[in-house]
């Protein structure tokens, strides 16, 4: 079966950095679009980040662009999310997907 682990998250100051992992199985991770979704307390989920499945397309939100980086190694079925310059309203739990397959999500606390 499908599935998608998140790991990476935590507690950072404003201004720090933390990268986010999501290991997939029981599909072909090298021919599927990969997404980080993030949802904050009390607000919808919303789509940060999208990479093609050879990295040569990237996209992101407005709120993260310039500051996240979106990356995959089809080697090890895992998809990445670099998080620099963090803000306090980056404080959410981040999920990667696929279609209609979801990981548990990891949840970033950005606070001083």
């Known amino acids: 079966q499908v599935q998608l682990v998140e790991s990476g998250g935590g507690l950072v100051q404003p201004g720090g950095s933390l990268r986010l992992s999501c290991v997939a199985s029981?599909?072909?991770?090298?021919?599927?679009?990969m997404n980080w979704y993030r949802q904050a307390p009390g607000k919808e989920r919303d789509l940060i980040a999208i990479?093609?499945?050879?990295?040569?397309?990237?996209n992101y939100d407005n709120s993260v662009r310039g500051r996240f980086t979106i990356s995959r190694d089809n080697t090890k079925n895992t998809l990445y999310l670099q998080m620099n310059s963090l803000k306090l309203e980056d404080t959410a739990v981040y999920f990667c997907?696929?279609?209609?397959?979801w990981g548990q999500g990891t949840q970033v606390t950005v606070a001083s």
């Open positions: 990479i093609d499945t050879l990295s040569t397309y990237t």
């Open positions: 997907n696929t279609g209609d397959h």
């Open positions: 029981g599909f072909d991770f090298s021919r599927k679009y």
